[in-house]
């Protein structure tokens, strides 16, 4: 196994670049990745047009939408309502026509009162009044139109939300920092107008694209029917999605929200060790339990000859650090795939106590062979 540091393509790990890119930037997803890191990986991976990828953890559907530029087939995966809808809106057909005049219609719609008393104080907190009254306004404004054009306006609704909010998202916690924010309905009918051009300067290719709600470990695809995956799980012990994106729930699907990923993956600590030999902490073999499960799960349904790009960190634990790029591939070779590569992209410090350093983490790309 060649192990090579990339720091040059450490940015892609991240979701900054794609701020800048049409349609891709709908909704922003700190969790996620770059457009260019998954153009890299169709190019390394020789994928062409017929071909199907799957991302399993597809968060805001940036591999997906990636396919439908270069017309590969693709499965994108989510256990979060707001991830799907993100990832399902980015990747549709329009009508351009009825975009337009659902955006108009919205843009004469006449002003009702709304309770705010329906929201729970610890949601209220982050909104200016008049800004969390004209929310609710729209939300209730959106019921009359048909998908997709409302799942669209949705997602319009919610990036403009979060945008004319006071939250503030650090790591996993919620913070409040007020400061000005722009009057909602303007804002608002600007993004959508904005998204709508956006649609103009995306092309696409023909292919076919579907985004659902599922585990990773049990996803229902046929044995052997996937040519790539690009994906990143979520990192150990690091963040908690429902907490950061707990807000847009509530507000936004309600009884339809779901437990978060970690209620899926690394949740159970009395499952059997994936590394009976090692100390590790609890968490850490919880998720590593959960991985292996993955991983097979991967094998059944790749291609022979797929190859799989995995983005993925190293966990801090007050003990020290978990090298996850160390034992992920140890995992995979168990269930058959090789590993060919380990890409550094970054480096970070870990700390107990916010000052005390017990260690050196990686953020890691690894490419699998089956």
Request: aromatic share 12%; hydrophobic share 35%; proline share 5%.
């Amino acid at each position: 196994m060649e192990t090579k540091d990339c720091k040059d393509v450490g940015k892609l790990a991240t979701f900054v670049p794609n701020k800048k890119l049409s349609v891709y930037n709908w909704f922003y997803f700190k969790e996620g990745f770059a457009r260019e890191l998954v153009t890299l990986l169709f190019d390394m991976f020789e994928l062409e047009p017929g071909e199907t990828v799957l991302d399993p953890f597809c968060g805001s559907g940036t591999t997906n939408l990636a396919c439908r530029e270069y017309g590969i087939d693709s499965y994108g995966f989510d256990v979060l309502p707001l991830c799907v809808l993100a990832s399902r809106v980015k990747t549709r057909d329009y009508d351009l026509g009825k975009l337009g005049r659902a955006v108009k219609e919205l843009r004469q719609s006449k002003f009702m009162s709304q309770d705010l008393g329906t929201v729970p104080k610890n949601i209220r907190r982050f909104f200016n009044p008049h800004t969390l009254e004209d929310v609710l306004f729209f939300r209730e404004r959106l019921k009359g139109f048909e998908n997709p054009v409302r799942d669209f306006l949705k997602l319009g609704l919610i990036t403009s939300t979060t945008r004319c909010s006071w939250m503030y998202k650090d790591g996993a916690v919620l913070k409040l920092r007020k400061k000005p924010v722009p009057q909602f309905r303007k804002f608002y009918l600007r993004t959508l107008r904005k998204m709508v051009r956006d649609l103009g300067k995306l092309d696409t290719k023909p292919c076919e694209t579907s985004i659902e709600f599922g585990d990773a470990r049990n996803l229902g695809l046929e044995d052997e029917s996937i040519d790539g995956v690009i994906t990143s799980p979520p990192y150990l012990n690091k963040i908690e999605y429902t907490k950061i994106y707990g807000v847009e729930e509530f507000l936004f699907f309600g009884e339809e929200a779901r437990p978060g990923l970690r209620s899926y993956m690394g949740l159970d600590t009395e499952a059997e060790p994936a590394f009976p030999d090692l100390d590790l902490p609890p968490a850490a073999n919880a998720y590593f339990s959960d991985m292996k499960r993955i991983l097979k799960e991967l094998y059944r349904v790749c291609r022979p000859g797929a190859r799989l790009g995995i983005v993925l960190g190293d966990g801090c634990f007050p003990t020290g650090v978990v090298h996850c790029d160390e034992l992920l591939p140890k995992l995979a070779e168990e269930q058959g795939f090789r590993t060919e590569r380990v890409y550094i992209l970054n480096r970070r410090t870990c700390t107990r106590q916010r000052v005390i350093k017990v260690g050196k983490m990686e953020e890691s790309l690894i490419i699998f062979k089956k």
